[in-house]
């Protein structure tokens, strides 16, 4: 069982920068694949970025590559999302998850654990 806590969302002016992090629980962290979801208000919820166990393979959706990067500490039980050149559009409720699985996961389904969400509002 993995437990996970966001942080650090908040408001920004479009073009600032935020660093999200997850700080998960359990001794398997390590032997989970993360991700970062977000979902805007009337939207679905959408992958953002995701990290195999190791941080081998990774992940971005289109509108976020060379902006966003994904990056997970196993020592500290911590993936991050560090957000750079931030749009109006990126503003959403951002969301850390888990798989069981070790490799990297793109379907929304394969995630067994959520964090209960972080705020990111970007001003235009």
């Known amino acids: 069982q993995v437990q996970l806590v966001e942080s650090g969302g908040g408001l920004v002016q479009a073009g600032g920068s935020l660093r999200l992090s997850c700080a998960a629980s359990g001794r398997t962290f390590s032997r989970h694949a993360m991700g970062w979801f977000r979902q805007a208000p009337g939207k679905e919820r959408e992958l953002v970025a995701a990290i195999s166990w190791s941080g081998g393979s990774i992940y971005y959706a289109d509108a976020v590559k060379g902006r966003f990067t994904i990056s997970r500490d196993n020592a500290k039980n911590t993936v991050y999302l560090q957000m750079n050149s931030l749009k109006p559009e990126d503003t959403a409720v951002y969301y850390c998850?888990?798989?069981?699985?070790?490799?990297?996961?793109?379907?929304?389904?394969?995630?067994?654990?959520w964090g209960q969400g972080t705020q990111v509002t970007v001003s235009s």
């Open positions: 998850a888990g798989t069981g699985r070790v490799t990297i996961a793109t379907a929304r389904q394969l995630y067994d654990y």
